[in-house]
């Protein structure tokens, strides 16, 4: 069962005296959350009044918080979106939906369970635990297909995986 909120983000700074804070997305991009009307912080729901993309995070004004005291008390907290208000293109999933599949290989070999995933300044790494530990970089060449409902990623392996 899919969890209905999915963190996507954590509240770092405020930004100018009116308000707003900056969230650091967890998203593919800040344009992503952008999107989003209704960020859950401390799981109540919190109104989106304005945001702007800046230097790859997130300036929000965000309904109730009005100063920069008020902003002040949000930060270091996480945001979470409602899974229904994410509209993810075909083919797309969330990590946390993958988290805990099982890992195959094309012949159909079971190597073990997707237990993390490393945002990795080359990308992202998935780490796979098994009867051993692999790191698959997570690029089409090594990850052949992710089915999310199902619950199984297929990959190819290279000596040294």
């Known amino acids: ?9 954590e509240i770092v700074n405020t930004h100018g005296v009116r308000g707003e804070v900056k969230i650091m997305p ?3 991009t800040p344009e992503f959350l952008r999107k989003i009307k209704t960020l859950y912080i401390d799981g109540a729901p919190v109104r989106v009044l304005a ?3 800046h230097k790859g995070a997130l300036l929000a004004s965000l309904e109730g918080v009005e100063d920069v005291n008020s902003a002040m008390r949000l930060k270091g907290k996480r945001v979470s979106i409602d899974r229904d208000d994410a509209q993810l293109p075909a083919g797309r999933f969330f990590i946390q939906d993958i988290i805990g599949a099982r890992v195959v290989t094309e012949s159909g070999e079971e190597i073990g369970e ?3 995933v490393i945002d990795a300044p080359a990308g992202m790494v998935y780490v796979v635990r ?7 970089p997570a690029v089409d060449e090594f990850i052949l297909s992710t089915d999310a409902d199902a619950g199984v990623i297929t990959v190819r392996l290279i000596e040294g995986m």
Do not use: Q
């Not at 069962?1 to 983000?9: H, N, S």
């Not at 098994?130 to 698959?136: D, Q, R, T």
């Open 1 to 9: 069962m899919k969890e209905k909120f999915i963190e996507a983000g």
């Open 26 to 28: 967890w998203t593919d």
């Open 51 to 53: 945001s702007r993309v």
């Open 114 to 116: 997707l237990r993390e």
């Open 130 to 136: 098994g009867a051993g530990e692999h790191l698959i």
